[in-house]
Each structure stands twice: as structure tokens, then as C-alpha cells.
């Protein structure tokens, strides 16, 4: 009579590495995933009865890397975040980090006078501040109920 050695939680060993392995297959961290190239800077939009002000998050940009269009309607910030060359001499073996041009299109709820419209970059925060157009402000409509 032979006997066998049970492992009754040997097979979960192997079902944790195939779904890492999946998991790693699907991760959009890997380098030949084309979708990796681009990043979605978040934003956050305040409204006032004076002005919409915009703050987005470009950690890592210099100034000169950012383009900023600002319409009456919509604000298009775009950009380029440019990998830093690393080697595995270096010691790294996988980056999280998102590299590659960018384009964040941000619709507004009202029109906004372009011409004024301040920006200021500091420490990775881009802040818009878009004064409204005078008829804009402080507009009421009347509605009436059918």
C-alpha cells in the first residue's frame, strides 16, 4: 500500500498564480499596452456667481510641457509628460507611473470671457480662474409652467 502525502490547500498555490498572472496580463500598467502611453489628469471645477475655476492635476509637467486653450464653452489643457530613461541597472522593474501626451477636455456650464481668464501652476496643480461673461452673472430665467 502506497501512501500520499494530502496538501488540502496545496492547490490553492497554484490558482493564487494563475490569477496573478492574469491580473498582470490585464493590467494596464504594462509597457507594450499602447493605452498606457496616455493619462487622464483629474479635475475639479468650482462655480461661482462670478467665475468657473479650474484645478487639474499635472504632477511632474514643467509649464513649458502644458498647452492651455481656453474657449467660451470648454477648456482644452493638453500635454506631454515625458519618461524619465530607466534601466533595469537602475533597479526598477515595473513603474506605475503614466508617461505620454495628454488631452483633458473640460466642458463648461456657462460661457466665460477667455480674455481674462488667469492661470497659475504650482506644485503639480494647474488652477484656471475664468471670470463669466457680464450677461451670465447672476442670470434669471423666468420658467413658466404649462
Known sequence: MTLLRQRPFGEFGTLQREMNRLFDTLSPFRDDDIDFKSF??????????????L???????????????????????????????????????????????????????????NSEAIADYNDGILKLHLPKVAEERNKVVKISLV
Open 55 to 113: 484645478k487639474v492635476e499635472l504632477p511632474g509637467l514643467k509649464p513649458e510641457d502644458v498647452d492651455i486653450q481656453v474657449a467660451e464653452d470648454s477648456v482644452v489643457i493638453s500635454g506631454e509628460r515625458k519618461s524619465e530613461n530607466q534601466t533595469e541597472e537602475n533597479g526598477l522593474t515595473r513603474s506605475e507611473f503614466h508617461y505620454g501626451s495628454f488631452r483633458r477636455v473640460v466642458p463648461l456650464s456657462t460661457r466665460v470671457d
Open 40 to 53: 487622464m489628469p483629474a479635475a475639479e471645477v468650482t462655480e461661482t456667481d462670478d467665475a468657473i475655476d
